[in-house]
Nanobody, 115 residues
């Protein structure tokens, strides 16, 4: 079955960096676009970044453009989210998603940006 397992979250000070990973299994990873979403307390889940199946196309939410980078390693069935210059408003649970019908979600990893 399809599984998406996120890791790499944690507590970081403002201005710091984190790299999230999402390891996929149960499907042909290289055939699918992938995305990262986040959900802050009391807010709706929002799209953070998207990457095409080959990694040749990417797209970002305006709030993270220039600070976050999505990438993938199809040999390792893994998609990454490099987050730099983190701000307190980046605090959220971050989810990996395989778009489609049906869509699949990981369990999420908590990112807390605080001094």
């Amino acid at each position: 079955q399809v599984q998406l397992v996120e890791s790499g979250g944690g507590l970081v000070q403002p201005g710091g960096s984190l790299r999230l990973s999402c390891e996929a299994s149960g499907f042909t990873f290289s055939n699918h676009a992938m995305s990262w979403y986040r959900q802050a307390p009391g807010k709706e889940r929002e799209l953070v970044a998207f990457i095409g199946s080959t990694g040749g196309s990417t797209n970002y939410a305006g709030s993270v453009k220039g600070r976050f980078t999505i990438s993938r390693d199809n040999a390792k069935n893994t998609v990454y989210l490099q987050m730099n210059s983190l701000k307190p408003e980046d605090t959220a649970v971050y989810y990996c998603k395989r778009p489609g019908v049906p869509a699949y979600w990981g369990q999420g990893t908590q990112v807390t940006v605080s001094s």
